[in-house]
């Protein structure tokens, strides 16, 4: 399991995590700030310039969450983990991660009142080692302020256990975490839990379109970008079944017969991911009544919208977006192509 505190820069994580693993038996303090500082090692000055932040760096989300697997799996028992997280497809990234590795999540927030974070960002210690660290810590601190109140509003207050902490001592604040989590107040995140894949996979997905012929697209919870409808087809199962098997569960849509197969394309393995054949099929339009009963927020799906091509060529992986070029080929020319790569082959 895995306890994460979350809340605004100054808000007094590190300090109530240290105390927290004194109280919950067997754990074990895991700070993802470490992986941050480790980047500059390993990766091109030119590649970390193109960010501010290290949280935008997929590698930065990925370490995160196999750092957290493989720590659990030397040490067993509880991490703790004190890590500020305002953007909700980063939290979904990470906690989707770490559900496809069956690990439990309790997500506890620290939200003192403004005016006490303020106090405790101007008051903040700052390592003497950095030159103008003082200075540029706290406005870091300062200037993320108003993005968490952003993400307080919007969906952290509603996704995390609160604890208002500003009145608090460190330790009387892993006190109360400590009693959310045994009691199941501060109850296991219910974000997806897809395994990991380890091998090649068959997955299927159906393009549904409204009444003006664009494509609808969805923001899943458990990985990062936009996808069609759909996942992966299960051992014994046909995918054209799976295809309407995922539409009903990610959005409520419950299509009749079988839908017609558009395109077959082998993605290759690119590691770390073993590619596998991906099959898009043809579920025909939604009238504005079935648009209407789309299934939003779940635990599946972050967002979803009817795009145009154009749109969707902004919005999908290059390798998503070439297998729905072809595929809207397919459908206006009544076919069906076969694609390696997103590109066909063959006649």
Known sequence: MIVW??????????????????LIPNSTLFDPEVIGGELPQLLPAKHLAEVS????????????VDTAAGLLAEVGGVLVVPMTLLRQEYRDEIFGGLAARRIAVRHVL??????ILRARIAGREVSPDVPDGELRVRQWSFDHIEPYFAALSAWLGADAHRV????????????????AVRTGAAAVSDIVQTPEPTAETLAAGVL???????????????????????????????????GVREVAEETGIRLTGTPRLLVADWEPPA??????????????????????????PGPELRDWRFATEDEAARMLPPIRYARLRWALRARERGATLYLEAGEPVGG
């Open 110 to 115: 620290l939200a003192p009142d403004e005016t």
């Open 208 to 242: 549904l379109f409204d009444e003006q012929d664009r494509v609808l697209l969805v923001d899943p919870t458990y990985k990062a970008g936009w996808e069609f409808p759909g996942g992966v087809v299960e051992p014994g199962e046909a995918p054209a079944r799976a």
């Open 5 to 22: 505190i979350n809340g605004a820069f100054g808000a007094g994580k590190t300090s109530a995590a240290r105390e927290l693993i004194e």
């Open 271 to 296: 590691p770390p991911g073993y590619g596998g054949m991906r099959f898009l099929f043809d579920g025909g339009r939604l009238d504005s009544t079935e648009a209407r009963r789309l299934l939003l």
């Open 53 to 64: 932040d290290f949280q935008d760096l997929p590698i930065w989300r990925r370490l995160v």
């Open 164 to 179: 208002d902490n500003g009145a608090l001592t460190p330790s009387e604040t892993a006190e109360h975490i400590a009693e």
